[in-house]
């Protein structure tokens, strides 16, 4: 990096540095010392590191500036709403069994205190809270695995976070709910919110972990998130994230994921809309038998961005990996995706697959795809591979020739196409209406088609031809 | 068996470089440095034209404002570009009229290296442009060519007898700026080889060049330019080896290849220059920047390397298929041992309809080295039914070297069909269990696995190469490996 390049949005670098020193009284006051120094050390390291510009490898595809220049309300402190929360957000999957907890704008909308203690012990919380609650658990665990150098953005989230959920499943506990954390944007200003997740899984305990990225109005607003998950000895999370935003929102999401021996981890991210969306997930794999599987599915159109970063580090031998990413681009969408399967010189007996397929849909789309690996170990299996392409004309002619229109054709192949990572989902009514949302999507009958501005299908156009995929 | 690897490998660092000697030949060096009077100096020597000085001078300027690369997955130490000397040529005595008047030192070097000229000459029928250093000595077959309207000479023989080709065509593939390095030679290139084939014509010989770098502390910064003319085909070679040397020597290179319609190219390297011991000292930097530009419709340029030598190796042989139908290809096998640091890969650009690309990339790493694949293969919106297949397997034979690929697709055309794979292992125990349990050495078992991995790489090469670069297989990993 050269010394004197030009920063990107000084002006909103420099607005946030403000917005710093104008709250770290009321943060003194809040939190204990051990939090605040956190805090002031990210503040510094923001302060150098700046905004991610394209000179970084890991963003050279991904131009934050145009989107960093728009103007934001930084300091938007949102009034404790009143509302029921169903009227805020009725969720799309229907009879999807879950305890939903809610965030509207970045701010925990659910019950006066803000802590929710199951039988078995698990604990659900607004992290502001909880923070204050148990501090031996965050002592033990908060800021233990995100690396705020890895970019400003997690700097500036590690120095400025206000609230988010906190998630604790004590040991040998196999939670029987499945959790839902819906993340609404719903807002006349255009925010900029630090929101700030931590997870924890005890010795052997088991979760099923539904993340939802919502908005409601087509508002530009930009979530920065960080989420940190800590898998104890023999811990198994599934975590599903699904981000169905408008277009302008931006959604930048960092997960770190710190594994013990003999976890296991299923992460799965579904990305049906939004403006910029950007997943960057870290994995490290710390005992000997763990593994993580981490999937994903991407259908872009218009002029969307989505981006997934992952990261992998084999830290100790015995570990398996695998990371698979669909995408099909439709438009003048962007999609990219880099994987990186990091082995180190200890890490024998490695297993690690990565795989990234693309279906490009038109000219004016672009598809970007990275899989990497940096291997410092011998006796490892590690292989990779990455595909762009477009549906098979053969398959096509086929189909068509049976009777079956273009149309209904290419949905098929496409739904076939995509059909890998759904099928991965483990809880049966959230793969059946996530299937739902993506043949919606697919169709171009997006289910927030209703609030968007944008009016991009026409309504007057009947859909012919409709044809029930599972009869087939 | 375990022990018996360990030992093999153990061996490899032993294995000294086979062709590390210096031959005593007068040379006629300039002081060390770099500065704009440096750049007029070796252009005043050389006898050129008043553009080409412009444009080494603009390169030069270039270069001044350029930094150097950092994004490669390779550790290199500074280099101190004031530390070298820019231009360094075998002193000639007189017009050299035929095989006797050459320098005897000079043959015998070439024997050393199995290259006589005189046999190369009558037996082989490849005609040979020796570069020593910076300045071509002897050219051979140059009459047999002239024939057909074949041009090939060294480079600045080029610029004085074909200064409208060289004009036209030297930078065109690499600019003054594309890269560092790049720059650096624009600015500072001293010698190499030119190769014209006229319209419809099939180059009767493989033409070859073998460089050497030779007097100690001298830079070479070559320079490549081959053109094929429409419907001509020509296959070309290159092979380097280096004496041992302590210090780092930098080897900056330019090759630039431009097919016209119809026109093929082949271009096959064995590299082998001095790796440094088995401690990492010494060794050459060979920071190359090798382009082909498929200009015309349905012309072809194919890459295939055997890199087996430096101590750094920055190279990324490309393509760029502007013309419709036209064909890339890059065949490789990299193999580093003790400290050694290889970063290396291709590039396609697809920019015509058609166009269709293949990348096969074998690395093998052994020691405490690293070797990287990093390609890029890139299709623009107008290509159309633009094809391309990348393969880059890597096999490691230590646990303390490493293998890293860093493949880049970027696609904007939706008739595009892009594959990439890529595997990494170690030899697996159950092939070198059947190689034994039939009676073969563990160390032979190695040889047939490694040389059955590089295989479908070598088979590309022309014969003459195949059977030096299988020795140099072995001389990089025999005793040991291979």
């Given at each position: 990096m050269s010394k004197n390049k030009t920063e990107i949005a000084p002006q909103l670098k420099e607005d946030l540095l403000h917005q710093f020193e104008a709250t770290i009284d009321s943060f003194e006051a809040k939190e204990s010392p051990f939090f605040v120094e956190k805090r002031k050390k990210a503040y510094e390291e923001f302060k150098l590191l700046g905004f991610p510009d394209n000179t970084l490898e890991s963003w050279r595809k991904t131009n934050l500036k145009p989107f960093l220049e728009r103007a934001y309300d930084i300091e938007y402190l949102p009034a404790k709403t009143t509302s029921p929360k169903e009227s805020i957000f009725q969720c799309d999957i229907n009879q999807f069994d879950t305890d939903l907890y809610t965030m509207l704008n970045g701010e925990w909308i659910e019950g006066a205190n803000g802590v929710t203690t199951y039988d078995n012990g698990t604990i659900v919380a607004n992290l502001s809270i909880a923070k204050l609650a148990f501090p031996d658990l965050f002592k033990a665990h908060y800021g233990e695995c995100v690396i705020n150098e890895r970019n400003g953005l997690i700097a500036l989230n590690s120095a400025l976070y206000q609230e988010g959920y906190f998630i604790y499943v004590p040991d040998n506990v196999e939670h029987n709910t499945n959790l839902q954390m819906v993340n609404i944007i719903n807002s006349e200003q255009s925010i900029f919110t630090n929101t700030r997740n931590l997870v924890i899984l005890g010795k052997n305990a088991k979760l099923k972990l539904v993340h939802c990225d919502d908005s409601i109005n087509n508002n530009s607003s930009f979530i920065n998130n960080v989420t940190e998950i800590c898998l104890q000895e023999g811990a198994d999370l599934d975590l599903y994230k699904l981000q169905n935003k408008d277009d302008e929102a931006i959604v930048m999401t960092s997960t770190f994921i710190r594994q013990a021996k003999d976890s296991n981890l299923s992460s799965n991210t579904i990305v049906l809309n939004g403006g910029l969306i950007r997943n960057d997930t870290h994995v490290s794999l710390n005992g000997r038998g763990a593994n993580a599987d981490v999937m994903g599915l991407y259908l872009v159109d218009r002029k969307q961005i989505v981006d997934n970063h992952v990261y992998i580090s084999h830290n100790v031998s015995n570990c398996s990996s695998k990371q698979v990413f669909k995408g099909i681009v439709d438009d003048q969408a962007h999609s990219i995706f880099n994987g990186h399967t990091m082995v180190k010189q200890d890490a024998q007996q490695t297993i690690a697959f990565q795989n990234n397929n693309n279906i490009q849909l038109t000219t004016k789309s672009k598809i970007d795809t990275h899989p990497f690996l940096e291997i410092y170990a011998d006796d490892v299996k590690c292989s990779h591979g990455a595909t762009v392409g477009q549906l098979d004309m053969e398959a096509m002619f086929y189909l068509m020739q049976r009777g079956i229109c273009e149309r209904n054709a290419r949905m098929l192949l496409m739904s076939a196409f995509v059909r890998q990572i759904i099928n991965e989902i483990a809880l049966p009514t959230m793969r059946a209406s996530v299937d739902e949302l993506v043949q919606k999507r697919l169709k171009g009958e997006l289910s927030a088609c209703e609030q968007c501005s944008i009016q991009c299908i026409d309504p007057d156009k009947p859909i012919h031809f409709d044809i029930d995929i599972s009869k087939i | 068996m375990a022990k018996d690897e360990h030992k093999i490998i153990g061996e490899v660092t032993t294995t000294d470089y086979k062709y590390g000697f210096v031959s005593d030949i007068e040379t006629d060096s300039i002081s060390m440095g770099l500065n704009e009077d440096v750049v007029r100096l070796i252009s005043q020597k050389k006898n050129e034209p008043e553009w080409l000085l412009k444009f080494r001078l603009k390169a030069y300027r270039k270069w001044?404002?350029?930094?150097?690369?950092?994004?490669?997955?390779?550790?290199?130490?500074?280099?101190?570009?004031?530390?070298?000397?820019?231009?360094?040529?075998?002193?000639?005595?007189?017009?050299?009229?035929?095989?006797?008047?050459?320098?005897?030192?000079?043959?015998?070097?070439?024997?050393?290296?199995?290259?006589?000229?005189?046999?190369?000459?009558?037996?082989?029928?490849?005609?040979?442009?020796?570069?020593?250093?910076?300045?071509?000595?002897?050219?051979?077959?140059?009459?047999?060519?002239?024939?057909?309207?074949?041009?090939?000479?060294?480079?600045?023989?080029?610029?004085?007898?074909?200064?409208?080709?060289?004009?036209?065509?030297?930078?065109?593939?690499?600019?003054?700026?594309?890269?560092?390095?790049?720059?650096?030679?624009?600015?500072?290139?001293?010698?190499?080889?030119?190769?014209?084939?006229?319209?419809?014509?099939?180059?009767?010989?493989?033409?070859?060049?073998?460089?050497?770098?030779?007097?100690?502390?001298?830079?070479?910064?070559?320079?490549?330019?081959?053109?094929?003319?429409?419907?001509?085909?020509?296959?070309?070679?290159?092979?380097?080896?280096?004496?041992?040397?302590?210090?780092?020597?930098?080897?900056?290179?330019?090759?630039?290849?431009?097919?016209?319609?119809?026109?093929?190219?082949?271009?096959?390297?064995?590299?082998?220059?001095?790796?440094?011991?088995?401690?990492?000292?010494?060794?050459?930097?060979?920071?190359?920047?090798?382009?082909?530009?498929?200009?015309?419709?349905?012309?072809?340029?194919?890459?295939?390397?055997?890199?087996?030598?430096?101590?750094?190796?920055?190279?990324?042989?490309?393509?760029?298929?502007?013309?419709?139908?036209?064909?890339?290809?890059?065949?490789?096998?990299?193999?580093?041992?003790?400290?050694?640091?290889?970063?290396?890969?291709?590039?396609?650009?697809?920019?015509?309809?058609?166009?269709?690309?293949?990348?096969?990339?074998?690395?093998?790493?052994?020691?405490?080295?690293?070797?990287?694949?990093?390609?890029?293969?890139?299709?623009?919106?107008?290509?159309?039914?633009?094809?391309?297949?990348?393969?880059?397997?890597?096999?490691?034979?230590?646990?303390?070297?490493?293998?890293?690929?860093?493949?880049?697709?970027?696609?904007?055309?939706?008739?595009?069909?892009?594959?990439?794979?890529?595997?990494?292992?170690?030899?697996?125990?159950?092939?070198?269990?059947?190689?034994?349990?039939?009676?073969?050495?563990p160390e032979k078992s190695i040889a047939l696995i490694v040389n059955g991995y590089a295989k479908e790489v070598l088979n590309k090469l022309p014969m003459e190469f195949a059977v030096e670069a299988q020795k140099l297989l072995s001389i990089s990993l025999e005793n040991s490996v291979g």
């Open positions: - | 001044l404002s350029m930094t150097e690369p950092n994004w490669a997955h390779l550790k290199i130490p500074e280099i101190n570009f004031q530390d070298i000397i820019y231009y360094a040529a075998p002193k000639k005595k007189k017009e050299l009229q035929s095989m006797d008047e050459v320098d005897p030192e000079l043959v015998d070097t070439f024997n050393k290296l199995g290259i006589s000229l005189e046999e190369q000459k009558v037996l082989s029928g490849v005609a040979v442009d020796a570069v020593i250093d910076s300045v071509s000595v002897k050219t051979t077959f140059s009459d047999t060519l002239a024939e057909k309207g074949i041009i090939f000479m060294s480079f600045s023989e080029a610029v004085q007898q074909h200064p409208e080709l060289v004009k036209k065509y030297l930078g065109s593939v690499v600019p003054i700026g594309d890269n560092y390095f790049a720059a650096l030679n624009s600015a500072v290139f001293s010698d190499g080889s030119f190769c014209y084939i006229p319209k419809g014509v099939r180059s009767p010989v493989e033409l070859s060049t073998y460089f050497r770098i030779n007097a100690a502390n001298t830079g070479q910064f070559e320079r490549t330019l081959i053109i094929a003319d429409e419907g001509a085909y020509v296959s070309y070679l290159e092979g380097c080896t280096a004496p041992q040397r302590d210090e780092n020597q930098l080897h900056a290179a330019i090759v630039e290849i431009i097919a016209h319609k119809d026109g093929e190219v082949k271009y096959s390297t064995v590299q082998n220059w001095y790796p440094g011991n088995k401690e990492g000292k010494g060794g050459i930097f060979n920071f190359v920047t090798k382009r082909g530009l498929c200009e015309g419709d349905r012309s072809k340029i194919s890459w295939t390397q055997v890199e087996t030598g430096s101590a750094i190796t920055w190279k990324y042989p490309s393509c760029i298929l502007k013309g419709d139908n036209s064909v890339g290809e890059f065949y490789s096998v990299a193999v580093t041992n003790n400290y050694q640091q290889a970063d290396t890969g291709s590039k396609m650009i697809h920019l015509g309809k058609n166009t269709r690309s293949t990348i096969i990339s074998k690395g093998i790493s052994a020691g405490k080295s690293h070797n990287s694949y990093r390609g890029l293969v890139k299709v623009n919106a107008k290509a159309d039914n633009a094809r391309n297949f990348s393969q880059c397997d890597s096999l490691l034979l230590s646990d303390t070297c490493g293998a890293h690929t860093f493949p880049y697709i970027e696609t904007s055309n939706p008739t595009a069909i892009v594959e990439h794979e890529a595997t990494t292992s170690k030899i697996s125990d159950a092939q070198l269990f059947y190689c034994q349990q039939r009676g073969i050495s």
